[in-house]
């Protein structure tokens, strides 16, 4: 393959790191109610600021040795995952849909499902921060994307909110409990608007799917008897990104064999 194919795959990866930085700022400050614009970045522990070459994507923490430069104290892993996942889904965004008008709706797409994903496994919630304007947001980018027109947007919303809500309600109504955020229903909203109405049954049953794989495993582990609490949300991430890479391919792989 030519250079130029590998440094665009290359810049793809740094821009996403870079934003992935950003999004470790979000997944800290939003849940708390706190600025992501200011003040800048510092450490939590000690409150230092942090200098731009002590915050580079990746490599600042592999210089630093996963340590604060003042306080020493350690600095989670999980800052320069989100920064090589994001840059990795950025890879991905960009090699299948090229240099089109989807690639920067997608790169803001994906990043919002790794801020939602990392903030609902931290504190069981999915800001509407994110999931509300996720949806205008959706469905004023399906007027450039050839594939999801916006009527298939909106019914993408409509269909998405409306089965969460509808499941949502009749478990409460049968078991006199809430089993169901409304966090998840508005996040299914803003999937069907990014990706169309299409999309909404594949990734309930991918992600639930994915969610039975890891949610049984540790009911057993920890005997909680069908009442541990899982966040639902990075399921619904992970089948929505899914159906965005592979969705298609799997849906005529499964309908090849009802085709004779």
């Not at 000690?46 to 592999?62: K, R």
């Not at 998405?160 to 078991?175: P, Q």
Request: aromatic share 16%.
């Amino acid at each position: 393959m030519p250079f130029e194919f590998y440094f665009f795959l290359g810049s793809a990866f740094i821009l996403g790191a870079v934003i992935g930085s950003f999004l470790n700022v979000c997944i800290y400050r939003i849940p708390a109610g706190e600025s992501i614009v200011s003040p800048r970045s510092r450490c939590p522990k000690c409150g230092s600021g942090i200098n731009w070459y002590q915050n580079i994507p990746i490599l600042s923490y592999l210089l630093l040795g996963g340590k604060c430069a003042s306080c020493k104290v350690h600095i989670p892993l999980r800052y320069p995952m989100v920064e090589a996942l994001t840059g990795l889904l950025f890879v991905i965004v960009i090699y299948l849909f090229g240099f089109s008008w989807a690639t920067p709706v997608y790169w803001l797409f994906t990043a919002s499902l790794v801020a939602i994903t990392f903030i609902d496994l931290d504190h069981q919630i999915i800001p509407d921060v994110i999931s509300l304007p996720g949806i205008v947001i959706g469905f004023a980018c399906s007027f450039g994307i050839p594939w999801v027109s916006w009527t298939d947007s909106i019914l993408g919303i409509l269909i998405g909110g409306g089965s969460l809500f509808l499941v949502a309600f009749l478990y409460e109504i049968l078991t006199k409990k809430e089993g169901m955020g409304g966090g998840d229903i508005k996040l299914l909203a803003m999937l069907g608007a990014f990706l169309g109405w299409q999309a909404v049954l594949p990734i309930v049953f991918i992600s639930s799917f994915l969610g039975s794989l890891v949610g049984v495993p540790l009911m057993l582990l920890k005997k909680a008897d069908g009442k541990l609490a899982i966040p639902f949300g990075p399921f619904l991430a992970a089948g929505a990104l899914i159906f965005l890479f592979w969705g298609r391919d799997l849906i005529r792989w499964y309908l090849s064999f009802f085709v004779t």
